[in-house]
């Protein structure tokens, strides 16, 4: 560790050297990614010195310790006690420190909702999670900002797309990728029988329009009337829009907005973050088989939590948690289930070091 935290203090001196060098001025790109970059070494460097000061003060405590007698030894000894409690802190601050940021933290995040097995009992399962994760938003203090909402037979969603903007909502949103088991009695259901259903949910880093470059000649864009419930103009003009990126076959369509050139921005910035993220995963697969390690095929088995209206429970089967406040989880108070993940994966990644 001693060799990666000495090349990493000098790639700090290094990023303070370009940072200053008038041509990463007039570059804003690299200007940007060597501030992020000075951020995160700065952190560790900071940290690092400290470590290298205490242990210093370790050395001079121990010698002074060794040298005298009477009352100076034993205030050596307790300087030395003191140094390496010191340490110790620091030290486990450092391992904390050199987990692998994730490259998406700090970006807003792309949320698809679909209803998967259970027939239109799924697409109410589907809005209730919508809307838990809009009570969520407002919880956190982030904006959410549908994009577009297809509304099912007995008012549910066929599907559901929106963006969360704020600090923390990829670090905290991730983890609610998945396929997500309920069971329930369905209102659609007259002998009071339990039902399983299930509903999916992607969520996908937002990217930025400068790290995802389309072609416009790569792009087939379609227009058409929009279907469903809508105002006056909704329903009469070809205002939807379906984009399909041809390289490699990903199809967005938008249809919520009365204007075709909202639809079409809309749905620009999600087949933006869905290229960001294909790209992002082209080492393990393409973006079906990131989608499928994201969700499976929708199916009751492929579950990552499962939510019980019976014994108002709520399970999360990757980390054994198991919730008794089903109620309170619907009303957006996930905190408890989503700080468990993110400590589960801190401690998986610690225990990677």
């Given amino acids: 560790m001693l060799d990666r935290l000495a090349d990493l203090e000098a790639e700090y001196e290094d990023v303070l050297e370009r940072l200053g060098d008038r041509a990463t001025l007039s570059d804003q790109h690299l200007l940007r990614d060597l501030s992020r970059r000075r951020k995160e070494l700065g952190a560790v460097v900071t940290v690092l010195r400290e470590l290298k000061a205490a242990t210093d003060d370790l050395a001079a405590a121990r010698e002074l310790q060794a040298e005298s007698s009477g009352d100076e030894r034993e205030l050596a000894h307790g300087e030395a006690a003191e140094a390496e409690a010191r340490i110790g802190r620091l030290e486990a601050q450092l391992r904390t420190l050199l987990i692998p940021e994730d490259p998406n933290d700090g970006r807003n995040v792309i949320v698809e909702i679909r209803g998967a097995e259970g027939g ?56 609610e990728a998945g396929t997500h088991r309920v069971q329930r009695v369905p209102v ?13 949910v992607n969520v996908l880093p937002e990217a930025d329009e400068v790290e995802v470059e389309i072609e416009p000649g790569d792009l087939r864009i379609d227009v058409y009337r929009s279907t469903g419930p809508g105002g006056q103009s909704v329903n009469t003009t070809d205002s939807a829009v ?64 499962t939510y019980n209206f ?15 406040k089903l109620d309170r989880i619907l009303m957006g108070d996930l905190d408890e289930l989503v700080d468990a993940l993110v400590a589960d994966e801190r401690s998986r990644q610690l225990g990677n070091q």
């Fill in 242 to 305: 379906r984009i399909t990126h041809l390289p490699s076959g990903l199809v967005v369509a938008m249809q919520d907005e009365k204007s075709q050139i909202q639809n079409r921005a809309r749905a620009m910035q999600v087949l933006r973050a869905r290229l960001y993220e294909l790209e992002r995963s082209r080492q393990e697969a393409d973006l079906a088989r990131e989608r499928k390690a994201q969700v499976g095929t929708g199916g009751r088995s492929e579950k990552v939590r």
């Fill in 188 to 200: 659609t259901e007259s002998q009071g029988r339990v039902h399983t259903s299930s509903a999916t």
């Fill in 310 to 324: 019976k014994e108002n429970r709520v399970t999360d089967h990757r980390i054994g948690l198991t919730l008794h």
């Fill in 120 to 175: 239109e009992e799924a697409n109410l399962f589907a809005k209730d999670l919508f809307e838990m994760y809009q009570r969520y938003a407002d919880r956190r203090g982030w904006k959410l900002e549908v994009l577009d909402a297809r509304p099912s037979d007995l008012g549910g969603v066929d599907s559901a797309t929106f963006v969360v903007k704020g600090g923390d909502a990829w670090q905290r949103m991730k983890h």
